[in-house]
Nanobody
Framework: VQLQASGGGLVQAGESLRLSCLVSGRPTGTWSMAWFRQAPGKEREFIDAIPWIGGPTYYADSVQGRGTISRDKAADIVYLQMDNLKPEDTAVYYC????????????????WGPGTLVTVSS
């Protein structure tokens, strides 16, 4: 499995942004996809996760309902919709994959794509 995130950029506070993660390598039905982010000087943190075959998502309180993960299985893309962006959302956003149920623990994920930078101006 390989991942490629895209969609980052410079936005103003209050705006929305949708990030995409192109998934290649045909993950099986046991896999889950997730989004993490890493702000300057901070540890990488979990945002949201979803089973590759679909189903209930698993999200972090840190984004307070402003981050929503979804997937287009036909197109092999996992999305992260971020709404009402704040300057503190500025970070490099990563998509990740694991062979297992959605989880928030970074060490569970064995495949990582290169990140995409989101900068939110005030």
């Amino acid at each position: 499995v390989q991942l490629q995130a895209s969609g980052g950029g410079l936005v103003q506070a209050g705006e929305s942004l949708r990030l995409s993660c192109l998934v290649s390598g045909r993950p099986t039905g046991t896999w889950s996809m997730a989004w993490f982010r890493q702000a300057p000087g901070k540890e990488r943190e979990f945002i949201d996760a979803i089973p590759w075959i679909g189903g209930p998502t698993y999200y972090a309180d840190s984004v307070q309902g402003r981050g929503t993960i979804s997937r287009d299985k036909a197109a092999d893309i996992v999305y992260l919709q971020m709404d009402n962006l704040k300057p503190e959302d500025t970070a490099v956003y990563y998509c990740a994959a694991r062979d297992g149920s959605p989880a928030e623990y970074i060490d569970y994920y064995i495949v990582w794509g290169p990140g995409t930078l989101v900068t939110v101006s005030s």
